[in-house]
Protein backbone atom coordinates (compact mmCIF):
# COMPACT_ATOMS: atom_id res chain seq x y z
CA UNK A 1 0.00 0.00 0.00
CA UNK A 2 1.04 3.74 -1.01
CA UNK A 3 0.17 6.71 0.51
CA UNK A 4 -1.02 7.78 -3.12
CA UNK A 5 -3.99 5.13 -1.91
CA UNK A 6 -5.34 7.40 0.88
CA UNK A 7 -8.97 8.47 0.52
CA UNK A 8 -10.80 11.51 1.96
CA UNK A 9 -12.84 9.38 5.08
CA UNK A 10 -16.14 10.32 6.06
CA UNK A 11 -17.03 14.05 7.54
CA UNK A 12 -17.23 13.76 11.06
CA UNK A 13 -20.12 14.30 13.27
CA UNK A 14 -20.94 16.00 16.00
CA UNK A 15 -21.03 13.15 18.00
CA UNK A 16 -17.57 11.90 16.31
CA UNK A 17 -15.05 10.24 18.89
CA UNK A 18 -12.71 12.82 19.22
CA UNK A 19 -14.71 15.69 19.84
CA UNK A 20 -14.60 15.50 24.09
CA UNK A 21 -10.47 14.65 23.90
CA UNK A 22 -8.99 17.12 26.50
CA UNK A 23 -5.50 17.30 25.25
CA UNK A 24 -3.24 17.12 28.05
CA UNK A 25 -0.07 19.20 29.27
CA UNK A 26 1.92 16.00 27.91
CA UNK A 27 3.43 15.08 24.36
CA UNK A 28 0.36 13.25 22.89
CA UNK A 29 1.58 11.53 19.91
CA UNK A 30 -1.61 11.89 18.03
CA UNK A 31 -2.78 15.13 18.63
CA UNK A 32 -0.34 17.60 19.77
CA UNK A 33 2.79 16.93 18.40
CA UNK A 34 5.68 19.73 17.34
CA UNK A 35 5.65 19.03 13.78
CA UNK A 36 3.53 18.89 11.07
CA UNK A 37 1.44 16.84 11.03
CA UNK A 38 2.31 13.45 8.23
CA UNK A 39 -0.54 13.03 5.50
CA UNK A 40 -0.92 9.43 6.80
CA UNK A 41 -1.19 10.52 10.65
CA UNK A 42 -3.87 13.00 9.55
CA UNK A 43 -5.80 10.51 7.74
CA UNK A 44 -5.64 8.31 10.87
CA UNK A 45 -6.99 11.17 13.15
CA UNK A 46 -9.50 12.35 10.79
CA UNK A 47 -11.08 8.33 10.30
CA UNK A 48 -10.92 8.53 14.12
CA UNK A 49 -13.03 11.46 14.27
CA UNK A 50 -15.87 9.74 11.72
CA UNK A 51 -16.12 7.38 14.14
CA UNK A 52 -18.53 6.99 17.02
CA UNK A 53 -17.75 6.12 20.80
CA UNK A 54 -20.63 3.57 20.61
CA UNK A 55 -19.54 1.55 17.66
CA UNK A 56 -16.07 1.83 18.95
CA UNK A 57 -17.00 0.05 22.56
CA UNK A 58 -19.13 -2.34 20.28
CA UNK A 59 -16.46 -3.25 18.51
CA UNK A 60 -13.63 -3.42 21.25
CA UNK A 61 -16.48 -5.40 23.23
CA UNK A 62 -16.13 -8.08 19.94
CA UNK A 63 -12.80 -7.97 20.04
CA UNK A 64 -12.13 -8.79 23.82
CA UNK A 65 -14.74 -11.70 23.38
CA UNK A 66 -12.66 -13.00 20.38
CA UNK A 67 -9.28 -12.47 22.23
CA UNK A 68 -10.72 -14.92 25.01
CA UNK A 69 -11.95 -17.42 23.00
CA UNK A 70 -8.82 -17.79 20.90
CA UNK A 71 -7.11 -18.01 24.17
CA UNK A 72 -4.98 -15.09 23.65
CA UNK A 73 -4.53 -14.51 27.72
CA UNK A 74 -1.43 -14.49 29.85
CA UNK A 75 -1.09 -15.48 33.67
CA UNK A 76 -0.96 -13.78 37.05
CA UNK A 77 -0.09 -15.86 39.37
CA UNK A 78 -0.83 -13.53 42.39
CA UNK A 79 -4.21 -12.71 41.61
CA UNK A 80 -6.85 -15.10 43.41
CA UNK A 81 -9.81 -14.63 41.80
CA UNK A 82 -8.16 -15.21 38.14
CA UNK A 83 -5.34 -17.40 36.31
CA UNK A 84 -5.93 -16.48 32.88
CA UNK A 85 -6.47 -12.78 31.54
CA UNK A 86 -6.91 -11.39 28.13
CA UNK A 87 -4.26 -8.81 27.98
CA UNK A 88 -6.67 -5.48 27.70
CA UNK A 89 -6.71 -4.32 24.25
CA UNK A 90 -6.90 -1.10 23.19
CA UNK A 91 -8.94 -0.28 19.49
CA UNK A 92 -7.38 2.98 18.44
CA UNK A 93 -3.96 2.42 17.42
CA UNK A 94 -0.28 3.48 17.84
CA UNK A 95 1.29 5.61 14.65
CA UNK A 96 4.94 5.69 14.22
CA UNK A 97 5.93 8.15 10.86
CA UNK A 98 8.33 6.21 8.52
CA UNK A 99 11.07 8.78 10.03
CA UNK A 100 10.69 8.11 13.64
CA UNK A 101 10.92 4.50 12.82
CA UNK A 102 14.37 5.13 11.16
CA UNK A 103 15.95 6.93 14.17
CA UNK A 104 14.28 3.96 16.20
CA UNK A 105 15.50 1.02 14.27
CA UNK A 106 19.00 2.40 13.80
CA UNK A 107 19.03 3.17 17.63
CA UNK A 108 18.27 -0.60 18.38
CA UNK A 109 20.78 -2.03 15.94
CA UNK A 110 23.34 -0.39 17.39
CA UNK A 111 22.56 -0.97 21.17
CA UNK A 112 22.35 -4.59 20.40
CA UNK A 113 25.79 -4.39 18.57
CA UNK A 114 27.33 -3.03 21.71
CA UNK A 115 25.58 -5.31 23.68
CA UNK A 116 26.80 -8.70 22.05
CA UNK A 117 30.53 -7.02 21.73
CA UNK A 118 29.98 -6.12 25.69
CA UNK A 119 28.95 -10.15 26.55
CA UNK A 120 31.99 -11.34 24.12
CA UNK A 121 34.46 -9.18 26.19
CA UNK A 122 33.20 -9.73 29.77
CA UNK A 123 33.19 -13.11 29.03
CA UNK A 124 36.89 -13.31 27.96
CA UNK A 125 39.55 -10.68 27.76
CA UNK A 126 37.69 -8.40 30.22
CA UNK A 127 38.72 -5.36 28.48
CA UNK A 128 36.15 -2.95 29.64
CA UNK A 129 36.66 -3.54 33.25
CA UNK A 130 40.75 -3.40 32.81
CA UNK A 131 40.07 -0.20 31.42
CA UNK A 132 37.75 1.16 33.97
CA UNK A 133 35.01 1.54 32.14
CA UNK A 134 32.31 0.39 34.42
CA UNK A 135 33.49 -1.20 38.43
CA UNK A 136 34.37 -4.78 37.97
CA UNK A 137 32.81 -5.82 41.11
CA UNK A 138 29.37 -4.62 39.13
CA UNK A 139 29.18 -7.28 36.62
CA UNK A 140 32.07 -10.13 38.02
CA UNK A 141 29.27 -9.72 41.31
CA UNK A 142 26.26 -9.64 39.02
CA UNK A 143 24.18 -12.66 40.44
CA UNK A 144 22.97 -12.77 36.27
CA UNK A 145 27.08 -13.10 35.90
CA UNK A 146 27.20 -17.00 34.28
CA UNK A 147 31.16 -18.79 35.17
CA UNK A 148 30.13 -21.29 32.75
CA UNK A 149 29.62 -19.24 29.54
CA UNK A 150 33.81 -18.23 30.37
CA UNK A 151 35.93 -18.75 27.58
CA UNK A 152 32.98 -20.41 25.61
CA UNK A 153 32.49 -18.69 22.02
CA UNK A 154 29.04 -18.67 20.92
CA UNK A 155 28.62 -18.69 16.76
CA UNK A 156 29.09 -14.96 15.08
CA UNK A 157 29.39 -13.98 18.61
CA UNK A 158 25.97 -13.20 19.24
CA UNK A 159 24.54 -13.51 22.56
CA UNK A 160 21.41 -11.60 22.39
CA UNK A 161 19.37 -13.23 19.43
CA UNK A 162 16.10 -12.28 20.53
CA UNK A 163 16.16 -8.87 22.20
CA UNK A 164 13.15 -6.58 23.36
CA UNK A 165 14.15 -2.51 24.20
CA UNK A 166 11.69 -0.69 26.17
CA UNK A 167 10.99 3.12 24.83
CA UNK A 168 9.32 5.71 26.23
CA UNK A 169 8.64 9.08 24.59
CA UNK A 170 9.34 12.35 27.19
CA UNK A 171 7.44 15.83 27.09
CA UNK A 172 9.48 16.66 23.47
CA UNK A 173 8.34 13.76 21.49
CA UNK A 174 12.08 12.36 22.27
CA UNK A 175 12.45 8.82 22.23
CA UNK A 176 14.74 6.99 25.48
CA UNK A 177 15.81 3.66 25.92
CA UNK A 178 14.09 3.29 29.77
CA UNK A 179 15.63 -0.53 29.85
CA UNK A 180 16.73 -3.81 27.75
CA UNK A 181 15.32 -7.21 28.25
CA UNK A 182 18.37 -9.42 26.83
CA UNK A 183 17.05 -12.81 28.68
CA UNK A 184 13.87 -13.92 27.54
CA UNK A 185 11.42 -11.14 26.32
CA UNK A 186 7.76 -11.79 25.91
CA UNK A 187 5.29 -10.09 24.35
CA UNK A 188 6.10 -10.51 20.56
CA UNK A 189 2.60 -12.91 20.16
CA UNK A 190 0.44 -9.88 21.05
CA UNK A 191 2.34 -7.56 18.88
CA UNK A 192 1.02 -10.23 15.39
CA UNK A 193 -2.03 -11.05 17.30
CA UNK A 194 -3.01 -7.30 17.95
CA UNK A 195 -2.49 -6.91 14.25
CA UNK A 196 -4.53 -9.70 13.41
CA UNK A 197 -7.47 -8.17 15.38
CA UNK A 198 -7.47 -4.79 14.10
CA UNK A 199 -7.55 -5.41 10.42
CA UNK A 200 -10.82 -7.30 11.47
CA UNK A 201 -12.01 -5.04 13.93
CA UNK A 202 -11.07 -1.75 11.99
CA UNK A 203 -10.60 -2.13 8.44
CA UNK A 204 -12.02 1.24 7.54
CA UNK A 205 -9.18 2.62 10.26
CA UNK A 206 -6.55 0.53 7.94
CA UNK A 207 -7.35 1.18 4.67
CA UNK A 208 -5.10 1.96 2.07
CA UNK A 209 -2.44 3.20 4.51
CA UNK A 210 1.05 2.21 4.27
CA UNK A 211 1.21 0.32 7.72
CA UNK A 212 4.21 -2.44 7.68
CA UNK A 213 3.97 -5.65 7.88
CA UNK A 214 4.51 -7.59 11.11
CA UNK A 215 3.67 -11.12 9.58
CA UNK A 216 7.28 -12.53 8.94
CA UNK A 217 8.30 -11.89 12.51
CA UNK A 218 7.98 -16.28 12.78
CA UNK A 219 9.85 -16.28 9.51
CA UNK A 220 12.82 -14.46 10.69
CA UNK A 221 13.16 -15.79 14.13
CA UNK A 222 13.41 -19.49 12.41
CA UNK A 223 15.91 -17.77 10.15
CA UNK A 224 17.94 -15.95 12.91
CA UNK A 225 18.00 -19.72 15.07
CA UNK A 226 19.46 -21.42 11.90
CA UNK A 227 21.66 -18.79 11.07
CA UNK A 228 23.54 -18.92 14.32
CA UNK A 229 23.45 -23.19 14.83
CA UNK A 230 26.52 -24.90 14.84
CA UNK A 231 29.07 -25.03 12.38
CA UNK A 232 28.72 -27.52 9.45
CA UNK A 233 24.98 -28.46 10.19
CA UNK A 234 22.97 -28.01 6.85
CA UNK A 235 19.15 -28.26 7.61
CA UNK A 236 19.15 -27.40 11.60
CA UNK A 237 16.83 -29.04 14.01
CA UNK A 238 15.18 -25.84 15.78
CA UNK A 239 12.85 -26.60 18.84
CA UNK A 240 11.68 -24.15 21.18
CA UNK A 241 11.61 -25.13 25.01
CA UNK A 242 8.75 -24.07 27.38
CA UNK A 243 8.80 -24.37 30.98
CA UNK A 244 4.71 -25.94 30.35
CA UNK A 245 1.45 -24.94 30.69
CA UNK A 246 1.57 -22.90 34.06
CA UNK A 247 3.90 -20.26 32.58
CA UNK A 248 2.61 -17.09 32.15
CA UNK A 249 3.66 -16.39 28.77
CA UNK A 250 2.55 -20.53 27.55
CA UNK A 251 0.22 -18.70 24.88
CA UNK A 252 3.36 -17.68 23.23
CA UNK A 253 5.32 -20.05 23.57
CA UNK A 254 2.38 -22.04 21.49
CA UNK A 255 2.30 -19.53 18.80
CA UNK A 256 5.92 -18.68 18.13
CA UNK A 257 6.25 -22.73 17.29
CA UNK A 258 3.60 -22.64 15.26
CA UNK A 259 4.70 -19.63 13.39
CA UNK A 260 8.15 -20.91 12.74
CA UNK A 261 7.04 -24.39 12.35
CA UNK A 262 9.14 -26.13 15.26
CA UNK A 263 8.14 -28.60 17.59
CA UNK A 264 7.17 -26.91 21.08
CA UNK A 265 9.04 -29.00 23.46
CA UNK A 266 9.94 -29.68 27.63
CA UNK A 267 12.63 -30.52 29.42
CA UNK A 268 11.61 -34.00 29.23
CA UNK A 269 11.09 -34.54 25.90
CA UNK A 270 14.97 -33.51 25.42
CA UNK A 271 17.82 -35.90 26.44
CA UNK A 272 21.64 -35.28 26.02
CA UNK A 273 23.77 -38.16 24.45
CA UNK A 274 27.55 -38.10 24.12
CA UNK A 275 27.62 -34.24 24.82
CA UNK A 276 24.37 -33.90 21.80
CA UNK A 277 20.87 -32.71 22.44
CA UNK A 278 18.04 -35.18 21.27
CA UNK A 279 14.53 -34.99 20.81
CA UNK A 280 12.62 -37.93 21.70
CA UNK A 281 9.89 -38.71 18.89
CA UNK A 282 7.63 -41.45 17.59
CA UNK A 283 9.90 -42.45 15.02
CA UNK A 284 13.24 -42.74 17.75
CA UNK A 285 15.40 -39.81 18.81
CA UNK A 286 16.30 -36.55 16.65
CA UNK A 287 19.21 -34.27 16.91
CA UNK A 288 18.41 -31.15 17.82
CA UNK A 289 20.63 -28.32 16.76
CA UNK A 290 19.01 -24.48 18.03
CA UNK A 291 16.97 -24.03 21.22
CA UNK A 292 14.97 -20.89 21.82
CA UNK A 293 14.51 -21.34 25.18
CA UNK A 294 12.15 -19.62 27.23
CA UNK A 295 13.28 -20.15 30.59
CA UNK A 296 15.71 -18.97 33.10
CA UNK A 297 19.32 -19.65 33.42
CA UNK A 298 18.50 -21.23 36.89
CA UNK A 299 16.05 -24.11 35.84
CA UNK A 300 17.68 -25.18 32.36
CA UNK A 301 20.32 -27.67 33.98
CA UNK A 302 20.46 -29.12 37.33
CA UNK A 303 23.58 -30.82 37.04
CA UNK A 304 25.11 -27.00 36.21
CA UNK A 305 22.82 -24.88 37.94
CA UNK A 306 19.48 -25.63 40.22
CA UNK A 307 19.68 -29.47 41.04
CA UNK A 308 16.17 -29.23 42.25
CA UNK A 309 15.06 -28.07 38.50
CA UNK A 310 12.57 -30.52 36.85
CA UNK A 311 12.09 -28.24 33.78
CA UNK A 312 15.50 -28.25 32.61
CA UNK A 313 17.92 -31.16 30.49
CA UNK A 314 20.35 -32.35 32.34
CA UNK A 315 23.98 -32.17 30.99
CA UNK A 316 22.71 -29.19 28.69
CA UNK A 317 25.07 -26.83 29.44
CA UNK A 318 27.85 -29.09 28.71
CA UNK A 319 26.76 -29.75 25.21
CA UNK A 320 26.16 -26.03 25.19
CA UNK A 321 29.94 -25.43 26.23
CA UNK A 322 30.95 -28.33 23.79
CA UNK A 323 29.57 -26.34 20.64
CA UNK A 324 26.81 -29.11 20.03
CA UNK A 325 23.78 -26.87 20.12
CA UNK A 326 23.29 -23.39 20.33
CA UNK A 327 21.16 -21.82 23.38
CA UNK A 328 19.18 -18.56 22.07
CA UNK A 329 19.38 -16.47 24.19
CA UNK A 330 23.06 -17.36 25.24
CA UNK A 331 23.57 -18.38 29.27
CA UNK A 332 24.85 -15.48 30.94
CA UNK A 333 22.66 -12.43 29.04
CA UNK A 334 21.05 -10.74 32.25
CA UNK A 335 24.11 -9.37 33.44
CA UNK A 336 23.80 -6.97 30.23
CA UNK A 337 19.80 -5.97 30.88
CA UNK A 338 20.56 -5.12 34.95
CA UNK A 339 19.60 -1.94 35.77
CA UNK A 340 22.39 -0.47 37.23
CA UNK A 341 24.70 -1.85 34.20
CA UNK A 342 22.12 0.21 31.82
CA UNK A 343 23.45 3.39 33.69
CA UNK A 344 27.15 2.56 31.30
CA UNK A 345 25.16 1.52 28.68
CA UNK A 346 26.51 5.05 26.90
CA UNK A 347 30.08 4.53 27.82
CA UNK A 348 29.82 0.87 26.37
CA UNK A 349 27.96 2.26 23.11
CA UNK A 350 31.15 4.62 22.92
CA UNK A 351 34.11 2.04 24.08
CA UNK A 352 32.96 -0.72 21.85
CA UNK A 353 31.63 1.16 18.85
CA UNK A 354 33.20 4.44 18.92
CA UNK A 355 29.84 6.36 18.42
CA UNK A 356 27.45 8.38 20.69
CA UNK A 357 24.45 6.76 21.41
CA UNK A 358 21.67 7.27 18.97
CA UNK A 359 19.19 6.72 21.27
CA UNK A 360 19.84 8.27 25.01
CA UNK A 361 18.94 6.79 27.82
CA UNK A 362 16.83 7.96 31.13
CA UNK A 363 19.57 9.79 33.76
CA UNK A 364 20.22 6.89 36.22
CA UNK A 365 21.63 7.12 39.87
CA UNK A 366 23.15 4.14 41.09
CA UNK A 367 22.44 3.25 44.87
CA UNK A 368 25.29 1.19 44.71
CA UNK A 369 27.51 4.11 44.63
CA UNK A 370 27.68 7.12 47.80
CA UNK A 371 26.97 9.92 45.55
CA UNK A 372 23.89 7.82 43.82
CA UNK A 373 22.44 6.49 47.15
CA UNK A 374 22.67 10.21 49.05
CA UNK A 375 21.10 11.65 46.06
CA UNK A 376 18.16 9.16 46.01
CA UNK A 377 17.66 9.00 49.52
CA UNK A 378 17.39 13.64 49.37
CA UNK A 379 14.97 13.04 46.29
CA UNK A 380 12.73 10.15 47.24
CA UNK A 381 9.71 11.84 46.82
CA UNK A 382 11.12 13.00 43.56
CA UNK A 383 12.56 9.94 41.91
CA UNK A 384 11.62 6.15 40.53
CA UNK A 385 13.33 3.83 42.50
CA UNK A 386 13.39 0.24 41.00
CA UNK A 387 15.12 -3.18 42.09
CA UNK A 388 17.86 -3.96 39.45
CA UNK A 389 16.49 -7.50 39.01
CA UNK A 390 12.93 -7.20 39.26
CA UNK A 391 10.49 -6.91 35.96
CA UNK A 392 7.16 -6.81 35.03
CA UNK A 393 6.57 -3.66 37.39
CA UNK A 394 7.53 -5.11 40.46
CA UNK A 395 9.38 -3.58 43.61
CA UNK A 396 9.42 -0.09 42.23
CA UNK A 397 8.58 2.78 44.08
CA UNK A 398 6.95 5.82 42.30
CA UNK A 399 7.84 9.28 44.71
CA UNK A 400 5.73 11.33 43.64
CA UNK A 401 2.77 9.02 43.61
CA UNK A 402 3.64 7.67 47.45
CA UNK A 403 2.69 8.06 50.38
CA UNK A 404 4.54 9.01 53.47
CA UNK A 405 4.61 5.74 54.85
CA UNK A 406 5.34 4.14 51.54
CA UNK A 407 8.38 6.35 51.37
CA UNK A 408 9.18 5.78 54.81
CA UNK A 409 9.28 2.13 54.15
CA UNK A 410 11.11 2.27 51.11
CA UNK A 411 14.00 4.10 53.14
CA UNK A 412 14.65 1.70 55.19
CA UNK A 413 14.98 -0.89 52.10
CA UNK A 414 17.59 1.52 50.46
CA UNK A 415 19.68 1.79 54.00
CA UNK A 416 19.36 -2.12 54.34
CA UNK A 417 20.29 -3.48 50.69
CA UNK A 418 21.33 0.15 48.41
CA UNK A 419 22.92 -2.03 45.80
CA UNK A 420 19.99 -3.48 44.65
CA UNK A 421 18.18 -0.35 44.05
CA UNK A 422 19.07 2.70 40.86
CA UNK A 423 17.06 5.40 40.77
CA UNK A 424 15.59 7.59 37.45
CA UNK A 425 13.67 11.16 37.27
CA UNK A 426 9.75 10.70 36.64
CA UNK A 427 9.90 11.22 33.17
CA UNK A 428 6.50 12.79 31.62
CA UNK A 429 5.68 9.30 29.22
CA UNK A 430 4.05 10.31 26.05
CA UNK A 431 0.24 9.69 25.66
CA UNK A 432 -2.31 8.59 23.13
CA UNK A 433 -6.11 8.40 22.71
CA UNK A 434 -7.30 5.45 24.79
CA UNK A 435 -11.26 4.52 25.13
CA UNK A 436 -11.96 4.50 29.05
CA UNK A 437 -14.93 3.95 31.20
CA UNK A 438 -15.55 7.69 30.41
CA UNK A 439 -14.65 8.25 27.26
CA UNK A 440 -11.83 8.47 24.58
CA UNK A 441 -8.89 9.91 27.56
CA UNK A 442 -5.39 10.22 27.81
CA UNK A 443 -3.08 7.56 28.91
CA UNK A 444 0.70 6.95 28.96
CA UNK A 445 2.18 4.65 26.50
CA UNK A 446 5.75 2.91 26.35
CA UNK A 447 7.15 1.02 22.67
CA UNK A 448 8.63 -2.38 23.32
CA UNK A 449 10.42 -3.00 19.79
CA UNK A 450 11.71 -6.84 19.41
CA UNK A 451 14.79 -7.19 17.28
CA UNK A 452 16.41 -10.35 16.29
CA UNK A 453 20.29 -10.95 15.60
CA UNK A 454 21.76 -13.86 13.14
CA UNK A 455 24.02 -12.44 10.91
CA UNK A 456 22.69 -9.31 11.13
CA UNK A 457 20.14 -7.62 13.51
CA UNK A 458 16.74 -7.21 12.17
CA UNK A 459 13.79 -4.84 13.98
CA UNK A 460 10.78 -6.02 13.64
CA UNK A 461 8.53 -2.42 12.34
CA UNK A 462 6.35 -1.98 14.99
CA UNK A 463 6.63 -3.45 18.76
CA UNK A 464 4.37 -3.78 21.51
CA UNK A 465 2.81 -0.94 22.71
CA UNK A 466 2.35 -0.76 26.01
CA UNK A 467 -0.48 1.42 27.80
CA UNK A 468 -1.58 2.00 31.18
CA UNK A 469 -5.08 2.06 31.24
CA UNK A 470 -5.72 3.29 35.20
CA UNK A 471 -5.43 7.20 35.16
CA UNK A 472 -2.77 8.61 35.69
CA UNK A 473 -0.71 5.40 36.04
CA UNK A 474 2.66 5.13 34.46
CA UNK A 475 2.87 1.76 34.89
CA UNK A 476 2.14 -0.30 31.88
CA UNK A 477 3.02 -3.75 32.80
CA UNK A 478 0.49 -6.12 31.79
CA UNK A 479 0.83 -7.56 35.47
CA UNK A 480 0.16 -3.77 37.02
CA UNK A 481 -3.02 -3.29 34.93
CA UNK A 482 -1.72 -2.27 31.72
CA UNK A 483 -3.31 -2.94 28.33
CA UNK A 484 -2.15 -3.40 24.55
CA UNK A 485 -2.35 -1.23 21.51
CA UNK A 486 -1.34 -1.87 17.88
CA UNK A 487 1.63 0.06 16.57
CA UNK A 488 1.17 1.43 13.15
CA UNK A 489 4.76 1.99 11.61
CA UNK A 490 4.03 3.83 8.20
CA UNK A 491 6.33 3.35 5.52
CA UNK A 492 8.48 5.84 3.73
Known amino acids: MTPTALHAPPQATSSGLLDNYH ?17 TLQCVKDRLAALSLSELRRRTQAAEAQLYRMGITFTVYSDKEAIDRILPFDAIPRVITAQEWDHVERGVQQRI ?6 LHDIYHDRNILRDGILPAELVLNNPNYCEAMVGVDVPGGVYVHINGTDLIR ?7 IL ?24 PDLASGLPIRSVEEYGLRLHQTLCEVAPEGVVDPQVVLLSPGIYNSAYFEHVFLSREMGVPLV ?3 DLFVENHRVFMRTVNGPRAVHAIYRRLNDDFLDPLAFNPNSLLGVPGLVEAYRRGNVTLANAL ?11 AYMPRI ?16 HICAEPDGLAY ?37 KLLADPSNYISQPVINLSVTPTLCPDGVEARHVDLRPFALTGRSVWVLPGGLARVALRKGSLVVNSSQGGGSKDTWVMAS
Open 266 to 268: EGK
Open 113 to 118: QAINLF
Open 332 to 342: GTGVADDKAVY
Open 376 to 412: TLANLNKLVIKPVGESGGYGLLIGPHASQKELADFRE
Open 349 to 364: IRYYLGQDPILQSVET
Open 23 to 39: IPDFFCELMNRRDPTPA
Open 179 to 202: EDNARTPSGVSYVIENRHMMLRLM
Open 170 to 176: DDNGQFL
